[in-house]
Nanobody, 123 residues
Framework: QVQLVESGGGLVQAGGSLRLSCAAS????????MGWFRQAPGKEREFVAV????????HYADSVKGRFTISRDNAKNTVFLQTNNLKPEDTGVYYC????????????????WGQGTQVTVSS
């Protein structure tokens, strides 16, 4: 398994931006598919974006397409989520997760999870 630590969350006004980071431990980071998920209060955790090991294959949830960008730096064992034009409905705890398969619909495919970083968007 890989250890994951998220950072970069905070309080931002609607229309603002945040860059979330997820640092991973281990020597085989590039072999993992990395995903971002979020969970709003009282709601289930939901998929946001996923990126393949080389960074060439990416998939987004429809709700964030065109506003969020996922990327990774395998030399630094880090995956990023650039969030632009944030909306109040983007508020939640954002988690990064690692998987050995390219997936987004089944959270159980992701065996390693970070502790999460809070994103709050005010209107």
């Amino acid at each position: 398994q890989v250890q994951l630590v998220e950072s970069g969350g905070g309080l931002v006004q609607a229309g603002g931006s945040l860059r979330l980071s997820c640092a991973a431990s281990g020597r085989t980071f590039s072999s993992y598919v990395m995903g971002w998920f979020r969970q709003a209060p009282g709601k289930e955790r939901e998929f946001v974006a996923v990126i393949g090991g080389s960074g060439s294959v990416i998939h987004y949830a429809d709700s964030v397409k065109g506003r969020f960008t996922i990327s990774r730096d395998n030399a630094k064992n880090t995956v990023f989520l650039q969030t632009n034009n944030l909306k109040p409905e983007d508020t939640g705890v954002y988690y990064c997760a690692a998987s050995t398969v390219f997936s987004w619909s089944n959270l159980a495919d992701f065996g390693s999870w970070g502790q999460g970083t809070q994103v709050t968007v005010s209107s």
